[in-house]
């Protein structure tokens, strides 16, 4: 069974502090996503990651790739309230034609 | 730049009535994806199209159909509709499947069913 996990599912940070978001995904993938979305509001795309070791950053967030460990992160530096949301990653695989979706993470900085 | 629009935004229905959410791609996109999301989960996969064929099949009830037009437009009918069906439903497009690019998401049609 396709899984994907997201760890932690809620996250309470102040601002000026950095965090790391977790995704695991249960197989082999080379085609990793990271996903924002805002309460009631639809998903936007933040990173797209097609490599393995491939890395991403933009502004305070830092998105990275291990394939061989089924990993994927999303590393936040200096949070700011800004960046309150929720995030999800999203794997595509070699059979199928869908996104499989992670449990999310909430994320709230607290200022 | 264009994006996903979906239409209605926002629909109210009855139990057992009927529903269709529609969805127009980003132009020169040829493939469709519907997904639901329940307040506080993350999306689920309902069904995707590629060239106007059905490309992928999730967790879509029997009680739910899709199609895609010749324009790429997608429709999602919703009949016999159930409390648990309110929710918001995503549409996203790419160019290609899964395998050739990132999906762009739509703003999402809210249902709430009373």
């Known amino acids: 069974e396709l899984k994907v996990e997201q760890n932690p599912l809620f996250l309470s940070m102040q601002e000026g502090k950095n965090y790391t978001i977790y995704c695991n995904y249960s197989t082999t993938s080379d085609r990793l996503y990271w996903y924002r979305q805002d309460p009631g509001k639809s998903l936007e795309s933040l990173f797209v990651l097609l490599s393995n070791g491939a890395v991403k950053q933009e502004g305070r967030l830092m998105a990275s790739l291990d394939t061989k460990a089924r990993l994927s992160t999303l590393h936040i530096t200096a949070a700011v309230h800004d960046l309150s949301a929720t995030y999800f990653c999203a794997v595509a695989y070699f059979t199928g034609n869908q996104f499989y979706f992670g449990t999310g993470t909430s994320l709230t900085v607290i200022p | 730049a264009a994006g996903v629009i979906q239409s209605p935004r926002h629909l109210i229905k009855e139990k057992r009535e009927t529903a269709t959410l529609k969805c127009y791609p980003i132009p020169r996109h040829d493939t469709v994806y519907w997904y639901q999301q329940g307040p506080g989960q993350d999306p689920q996969f309902l069904i995707s199209?590629?060239?106007?064929?059905?490309?992928d099949k999730g967790s879509i009830p029997d009680r739910f159909s899709a199609q895609q037009f010749s324009d790429y437009h997608s429709e999602l009918n919703m009949s016999s509709l159930e409390l648990g069906d309110s929710a918001l439903y995503f549409c996203?497009?790419?160019?290609?499947?899964?395998?050739?690019?990132?999906?762009?998401f739509g703003e999402g049609s809210r249902l709430t069913v009373l």
């Open positions: 996203a497009s790419s160019s290609g499947t899964v395998r050739a690019g990132e999906l762009f």
């Open positions: 199209f590629y060239e106007k064929m059905q490309s």
